[in-house]
C-alpha cells in the first residue's frame, strides 16, 4: 500500500530533473501528498470524510479554512494555493514551471505535512 511519505520522496526526486514534465509531475505528487495528509487530519481531529467526487479537493481545503485553529485555516489556505499550483501544472502546458518553482511547491507540501502530523 502507498502511504504519504511516498508520494512526497517520488516529489522529491522528480523536482531534482530539470526536464520540465519531470517538474510537473513533481508539483501534482507534492499537493496529493499534501491532500492525503490533509485529508486524514480532518477525519482523524473533526470527523471530516472527504466527499468521494471532484468536490472533494475544494471541499477538504474550506473545511481546514473554517476551522477556528488559525494554524488550520493558513494549512487550508496553504492546501489551496498548492491545489492551484497543481491544476496549472497538470493543465495549462503553455506556462513554463521552473526547477525553482516546483521545489518550492515540494518544499510547500512537505510544510503542510508535517504540521498536520503535529497536529
Known sequence: MIIVDDLLEVAKALAKNSDEANLRSSVSRAYY??????????????????????????????HLIDCKKDEVRQAGISLQNLHIARKLADYD????????????????????IMGFRKG
Do not use: C, I, W
Not at 521552473?98 to 503542510?112: F, G, I, R, S, Y
Open 33 to 62: 501528498a499534501a491532500f492525503h495528509e490533509a485529508s486524514q487530519y480532518a477525519h482523524k481531529k473533526h470527523g471530516y470524510t472527504r466527499p468521494r467526487n471532484q468536490s472533494a479537493h475544494s471541499s477538504l481545503a474550506r
Open 93 to 112: 502546458l503553455n506556462d513554463d514551471l521552473n526547477e525553482n518553482d516546483a521545489k518550492l511547491h515540494v518544499m510547500m507540501a512537505e510544510t503542510l
